[in-house]
């Protein structure tokens, strides 16, 4: 199983960027799906998590400025983050609770993607 992100960038505060995270691979369903990161110097903190069924959660410092979403069909997972702020600025990591098969559920991780908000 494989988590590929794309999506990340430079953007001036006040800007938007849209996160895609594709899973893919020997996949038998995909429990929640989600968005961390890490700032340099600090520790990986949780953005935003999203259920099989669309129930969301997020991190406070995104509430109202970042949406989650997902196509189960294609298995990925988005995310929107609009009014972005200096201190959105980390790499951004996509988690997939993978089942595959029946009786075997691991967490997957993508590789990162790199988002910077800066003027």
């Known amino acids: 199983v494989q988590l590929q992100a794309s999506g990340g960038g430079l953007v001036q505060p006040g800007g938007s960027l849209r996160l895609s995270c594709a899973a893919s691979?020997?996949?038998?369903?995909?429990?929640?799906m989600g968005w961390y990161r890490q700032a340099p110097g600090k520790q990986r903190e949780l953005v935003a998590t999203?259920?099989?069924?669309?129930?969301?959660n997020y991190a406070d410092s995104v509430k109202g400025r970042f949406t989650i979403s997902r196509n189960n069909t294609k298995n990925t997972v988005y995310l929107q983050m609009n009014s972005l702020k200096p201190e959105d600025t980390a790499v951004y990591y996509c988690?997939?609770?993978?089942?595959?098969?029946?009786?075997?559920?691991?967490?997957?991780w993508g590789q990162g993607t790199q988002v910077t908000v800066s003027s």
């Open positions: 988690l997939g609770v993978i089942w595959t098969s029946s009786i075997l559920k691991n967490d997957y």
């Open positions: 691979g020997s996949i038998f369903s995909i429990n929640a």
């Open positions: 999203i259920t099989s069924s669309s129930s969301t």
